[in-house]
């Protein structure tokens, strides 16, 4: 272990350590401003979020990044406003389940069209496929009559049911199965693991990456959700985050600044999620086990 | 530990039959190795015996019991694979432990085996790594023991040493010879590689086309091949192949030379003599076939030539140290008693 820690340690410092600097070319520069530009973009909107919500309303339009007379007011106002939690808490919980069963039934569904062979496999793969290209704007309507039908107005069932399961999570677990060698799931089925066992226990650790991304794509896109809770919820209790912050404000006016520190306040969960997952994404697909 | 008794196996995929009725018995103990070309269907007769396809006819025994319809994990196998297939996210003790997850044995008894399997194959150092930190040769052997630990009644290889380097494989090869004659369980090779199969096997299966072409010891199959094809695939270099004609005395060439049998054949049979490149001497008494040295390969302890003849490229071995050179015309003779005969048309070994 020491050994290997040791050339870690040196392949560390060799990375680090500045070669020879060599004069930048116009290739070099154009991809460096190019990049640099498209760093700003990112960033703009980011830093016009924190810096308004710094502002007084007054200065919310005056669109200067450094506000004038700096303030934590917001913040205090929000934070003191109990419906914020209750947001807060409702979206924390919405993102959370969905998230588990996502990565829990996308990545079974996917499994069984990847591994195993039965009639109608492909069919069943194709229709999953197919319910992508459709727009969610186009079922709100189908759901809406669904929940309303069901009793599931206003409920957290009824804001989650629609993204418990994805057809994108499904592909996603689908095509990472696919470079899991047969041999593994073999292997287990010879040692005497049945088939929820063999999915359990060697295809998932497996994978692991695919898993991490997926509990990240469900986790944001059900944090940001906004069209679907919005038509879902009436009480302002079963109001998500971005529902809540946008009704910040009255019929004359949006509260932007207050709008503003609630979203600053609501990317530090996500953040959280990123940095907890990103490390199994970073680290990629091992393979170790096998013969590379 | 057990017999091993394939009946008529016929596999189809699709409408295609891939092993058309292969009859085998395996002995107790026994180590035999299946050896053919690529989609000759020796992985696949080892991939029914695992229990990871379905038999399409026929039936498979193992210790007297039909295992047709049982599962892999009921068949009392187990199976190493090509790819190691060893679990990377699991230290090496976990890898090995696997096979006994199943087991109802007390826990301590199942580490006493970890420990036992581990110390057979010289790993108990590095029973608490990720497989990540082993060396390719290093992988094989814990694949090896996830499948010993359990003691099954028939160990199966698909192909173990070919994803490792010359040297290595050399040394695998020796090692799992070693540990079939220590454990002296029944194992069932499948390789591609005729050199594997000469040195391992007591007894060697070679198919081809999903027929089964020879079984025997590897000195039957390489002294007394029972058809063209055997004597072809066993031994490197391959076999020469020379046509002729049978007559009184012996066999005419269709070069012209004579060549006398000790066991005459009935005249008038168009036939295929195979020479082993060994057994064609340069400069012989009776010179059978000649041509000039195109090309020469030396290997050190011996040389071997090849012979521009007019029956094609005839490859003999020649002396190491003094070899003919290359546009020297040599003239090669064997000796008749290591000279196989077999039927032209059939390819079937005569006499």
Redesign the interface.
């Known amino acids: 272990m020491a050994a290997?820690d040791e050339i870690r340690a040196t392949s560390d410092s060799l990375l680090t350590t500045e070669g020879p600097r060599r004069p930048a070319n116009a290739g070099q520069l154009t991809r460096w401003t190019l990049l640099f530009l498209g760093g700003v973009l990112m960033v703009m909107p980011i830093a016009y979020m924190i810096s308004t919500s710094l502002k007084w309303p007054h200065e919310v339009y005056n669109l200067k990044l450094i506000p004038e007379e700096p303030t934590i007011e917001n913040y205090t106002y929000v934070l003191e406003d109990g419906r914020f939690y209750w947001w807060f808490v409702n979206s924390l919980i919405i993102a959370t389940i969905t998230t588990l069963s996502n990565v829990f039934f996308d990545s079974l569904v996917g499994y069984t069209l990847c591994k195993f062979r039965f009639p109608g496999r492909y069919i069943v793969f194709i229709a999953i496929l197919s319910t992508l290209m459709i727009p969610t704007e186009m079922l709100v309507i189908p759901w809406y009559l669904m929940s309303q039908q069901f009793g599931w107005l206003d409920t957290y069932w009824g804001i989650m049911f629609p993204g418990l399961m994805t057809a994108f999570g499904t592909f996603l677990m689908k095509q990472f199965f696919e470079t899991v060698?047969d041999?593994?799931i073999?292997?287990?089925?010879?040692?005497?693991?049945n088939e929820l066992q063999i999915w359990w226990t060697?295809a998932m650790?497996?994978v692991?990456p695919a898993l991490a991304a997926l509990a990240i794509f469900v986790f944001l896109g059900n944090w940001t959700a906004f069209i679907w809770p919005l038509i879902v919820t009436n009480s302002v209790e079963m109001y998500t985050l971005p529902v809540g912050l946008s009704s910040f404000g009255d019929e004359a006016d949006v509260a932007w600044e207050l709008i503003m520190t609630g979203a600053a306040i609501s990317t530090l969960p996500t953040l959280v999620v990123f940095l907890i997952f990103q490390r199994f994404i970073i680290r990629g697909v091992?393979?170790?086990?096998?013969?590379g | 530990m057990a017999d091993l008794i394939l009946r008529d196996l016929v596999k189809t995929f699709d409408k295609t039959e891939v092993l058309h009725g292969i009859n085998l018995d395996v002995r107790d103990g026994e180590f035999v190795v299946f050896v053919g070309p690529s989609g000759c269907g020796k992985s696949t007769t080892l991939r029914l015996i695992?229990?990871?396809e379905e038999v399409s006819s026929g039936s498979i025994e193992i210790a007297g019991r039909v295992v047709n319809n049982l599962?892999?994990?009921e068949r009392d196998?187990?199976?190493v694979?090509?790819?190691?297939?060893?679990?990377?996210?699991m230290t090496v003790r976990r890898n090995i432990g696997?096979?006994l997850?199943?087991s109802r044995a007390p826990k301590a008894e199942k580490e006493r085996r970890i420990e036992e399997v581990a110390a057979l194959l010289g790993m108990t150092d590095l029973l608490n790594r990720?497989?990540?930190?082993l060396s390719?040769g290093q992988?094989q052997r814990v694949a090896i023991g996830?499948a010993m630990v359990?003691d099954p009644a028939v160990f199966l290889f698909d192909e173990p040493l070919s994803?490792l380097d010359a040297q290595l494989r050399t040394q695998m090869r020796l090692e799992i010879k070693k540990l079939h004659q220590r454990v002296g369980s029944t194992i069932v090779f499948v390789t591609h590689d005729q050199v594997e199969a000469m040195t391992m096997a007591d007894r060697i299966v070679i198919m081809k086309d999903g027929h089964i072409m020879q079984v025997g010891t590897p000195s039957e199959v390489y002294h007394k091949p029972a058809n063209t094809f055997v004597a072809q695939f066993i031994g490197a270099p391959s076999m020469n192949m020379i046509g002729g004609e049978t007559a009184e005395g012996g066999i005419r060439l269709d070069t012209g030379g004579m060549l006398s049998l000790p066991q005459p054949l009935p005249p008038g049979r168009k036939v295929t003599l195979g020479l082993r490149p060994e057994d064609l001497m340069p400069d012989h008494a009776q010179p059978l076939i000649e041509g000039p040295v195109a090309v020469r390969e030396p290997l050190g302890h011996e040389t071997l030539i090849y012979v521009s003849t007019p029956s094609g490229e005839i490859i003999a071995k020649a002396d190491g140290r003094v070899p003919p050179e290359v546009g020297e015309t040599v003239q090669l003779g064997a000796l008749p008693e290591n000279v196989h005969v077999f039927d032209a048309a059939t390819g079937e070994a005569l006499g």
């Open positions: 290997t060698p041999d593994f073999e292997a287990a089925r010879i040692d005497g693991l060697v650790p497996l692991r091992v393979m170790a086990g096998l013969k | 695992a229990g990871l599962e892999p994990k196998i187990a199976m694979f090509q790819n190691y297939a060893i679990y990377p996210h696997f096979g997850r199943s990720k497989p990540a930190q390719g992988r996830r359990r994803n």
